[in-house]
């Protein structure tokens, strides 16, 4: 059973650019959350997709958007990038059946903007 | 303003001894903790749990204290063996419990053979 799989694994842009990465939950997982974990600080949210919805929002700007397809995979896409949006992206995933406690981790795609 | 807070950025140990990891949260509202691990290149993994109507919940080597009044919890790890050295996070659910987690920075934890 493959866990929470994520793409690419690192990535380089440059600033102004666009950037999409990849999420693909855990087998039977229907929530979606995104992470943004900057050196030396804890993972913060970003955004939960549910039922292809955002559910969720935290202090992100619009530059952040998100999609979750019928199959529950989702992409978080940032626009117009900034230095300070290079950090390493995580993905989580989670049953709403069995009560949001359990999540599971990507590994996590670094995105560095030059 | 961080609502969870881990103040020991690092912390070594010997081998077979305990380790002590804390984090203190600022809402007194919180009612559901997680302790995560992390490996570099991996996702964080979730380690233990605790709800706010319990003071202690225990899983082998791992037990979680909460001191609701202090609006405080620590991670104790006896024996601590050298693959326990990765960064623990501290988070909770908040007070809505819909799948948001706040996570504090981060304990580095070393635990030397």
């Known amino acids: 059973d493959a866990g929470v799989t994520q793409s690419p694994t690192h990535l380089i842009k440059t600033r102004g650019q666009q950037v999409t990465l990849r999420c693909s939950p855990k087998?039977?997982?229907?929530?979606v959350s995104w992470y943004q974990q900057a050196l030396g600080q804890g993972p913060q949210f970003i955004f939960q997709?549910?039922?292809?919805?955002?559910?969720q929002r935290g202090n992100f700007p619009d530059r952040f958007s998100g999609h979750q397809f019928p199959n529950y995979s989702s992409e978080l896409n940032v626009n117009a990038l900034l230095l300070g949006d290079s950090a390493l992206y995580l993905c989580?995933?989670?049953?709403?059946?069995?009560?949001?406690?359990?999540?599971?981790f990507g590994p996590g795609t670094r995105l560095t903007v030059t | 303003d961080q609502q969870v807070k881990q103040n020991s950025p690092s912390l070594s140990v010997q081998e077979g001894r305990i380790s002590i990891l804390n984090c203190d949260y600022t809402?007194?509202?919180?009612?559901?903790f997680l302790w995560y691990k992390k490996y570099p290149a991996e996702g964080p993994t979730f380690l233990i749990s605790?709800?706010?109507?319990?003071d202690k919940n225990e899983d082998g080597r791992f037990t979680v204290f909460l001191n609701k009044s202090a609006k405080h919890l620590s991670l104790h790890i006896v024996p601590s063996q050298p693959g326990d050295s990765a960064v623990y996070f501290c988070?909770?659910?908040?007070?809505?419990?819909?799948?948001?987690?706040?996570f504090g920075q981060g304990t580095t934890l070393q635990v030397k053979p």
């Open positions: 997709y549910y039922e292809e919805e955002e559910r």
């Open positions: 988070a909770t659910m908040g007070s809505s419990n819909t799948g948001k987690l706040i």
């Open positions: 989580a995933s989670s049953s709403q059946t069995s009560g949001a406690y359990e999540q599971y």
């Open positions: 605790i709800s706010s109507i319990k």
């Open positions: 809402n007194s509202m919180f009612d559901y």
């Open positions: 087998s039977g997982h229907d929530t």
